[in-house]
């Protein structure tokens, strides 16, 4: 088969990400970048050496020669650029959330199951080596039953990060800031853990920056899965650090707690099974590798397009499916309406 020709929309913050994963893979190449702000897309193909930047999203979706599309723009652009890239015929890697609008994400499966496409939403943490090691136990059973996952974010974020974004920090633009954003990955861990599961409470809060966004700085909420295990997801954006995080996996034989940062730290591992701790220690160790931008963004995000590549090759799912997205974007949702936030 022909090298994968990519195309990226939307050059800021997560974009080198894209472009350092999608160039890492021998048999793909970057061919065209996209902001409507045509001065980031130069940079960006400057930056990774990319023939071709545009303005207009609609060049790179009419372009033929293009197979697959990176959509990360903000959160509201999501679904629409996602249905275009599919009826276009692209396969699509969007960043999350997969759309706001869970109906989009609907309209945006039915499309891609129908003709074939791969589109996948991301969630390079699930790729982590910590994280995999962690899934892989639980499913042999090496942690015995599941009864708690607790999971805890500090991010701190002054009011100039909100200020000097067009769309952070507010219902339309954002959907939702801390939950929706940044404590996104977590609950899409518990997910990816624990299984299906129901929103049970949430509190949240803007004390601190409420001045600024019109969405939340603090959240506390618990989860249940149907699995009986309880999940909770305390997380605040008020803070002086500027990336903390912890994942508590406890199970009738054994405790895991790790982090999601760059790069992710295993803070406890105690199994009765011995050599499950070990392979999950020895994962641990694997040497990390540098990524480009935001530290705390970490380095999967090439395991990810990796992935999203050989599924295109191999016509079968990514790792992470659309329903996958689907299924933390209702429960996010239902944690913001617990709450009374929407
Ligand atoms: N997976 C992660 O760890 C991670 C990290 C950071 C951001 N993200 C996600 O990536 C997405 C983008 O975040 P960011 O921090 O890079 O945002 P950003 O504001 O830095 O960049 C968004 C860019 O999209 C461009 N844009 C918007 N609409 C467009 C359109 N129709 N056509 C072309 N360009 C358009 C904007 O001009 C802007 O340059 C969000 O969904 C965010 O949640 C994910």
Not at 31 to 47: F, G, M, N, Y
Not at 68 to 78: E, K, L, M, P, T
Not at 211 to 223: G, L, M
């Amino acid at each position: 088969m022909n090298r994968l020709r990519h195309a990226i929309v939307g050059c800021g913050r997560v974009a080198p990400n894209h472009a350092f994963a999608f160039q890492a893979i021998p048999d793909c190449e970057v061919t065209i970048v996209c902001d409507r702000e045509i001065s980031k897309a130069t940079e960006l193909a400057c930056q990774y050496a990319i023939p071709r930047a545009v303005a207009d999203a609609r060049e790179v979706f009419s372009d033929p020669t293009i197979d697959s599309v990176s959509i990360a723009v903000d959160h509201a652009a999501h679904g629409r650029l996602v249905l275009q890239a599919l009826k276009a015929g692209k396969h699509v890697l969007v960043e999350k959330p997969i759309a706001l609008d869970p109906q989009e994400a609907e309209q945006a499966i039915s499309i891609s199951e129908q003709a074939g496409l791969v589109l996948s939403p991301v969630s390079q943490h699930r790729f982590d080596p910590v994280v995999r090691s962690v899934q892989r136990a639980i499913e042999a059973g090496a942690l015995g039953r599941l009864s708690a996952i607790w999971t805890s974010l500090v991010c701190g974020r002054d009011p100039d990060y909100y200020r000097t974004s067009y769309w952070r920090g507010t219902w339309a633009g954002e959907g939702g800031s801390l939950l929706m954003n940044q404590a996104y990955h977590a609950v899409d861990l518990m997910h990816l853990l624990a299984g299906p599961s129901r929103p049970g409470a949430s509190a949240m809060s803007n004390a601190y920056l409420g001045s600024v966004i019109e969405t939340e700085d603090t959240v506390a909420a618990i989860v249940s899965f149907e699995n009986g295990c309880i999940g909770t997801v305390s997380s605040t954006s008020a803070a002086k650090d500027f990336w903390h995080s912890s994942i508590t996996v406890v199970g009738t034989r054994g405790t895991v707690e790790f982090d999601i940062g760059h790069p992710t730290k295993l803070r406890h591992c105690s199994l009765v099974d011995s050599r499950t701790e070990e392979h999950i220690r020895a994962a641990c160790l694997a040497p990390s590798r540098p990524p480009p931008g935001v530290s705390y963004y970490g380095a999967s995000h090439v395991d990810q397009a990796a992935d999203f590549l050989s599924a295109i090759r191999d016509g079968r799912r990514p790792a992470v499916t659309a329903r996958d997205g689907l299924l933390t974007l209702e429960l996010i949702r239902s944690l913001y309406r617990i709450a009374r936030w929407y």
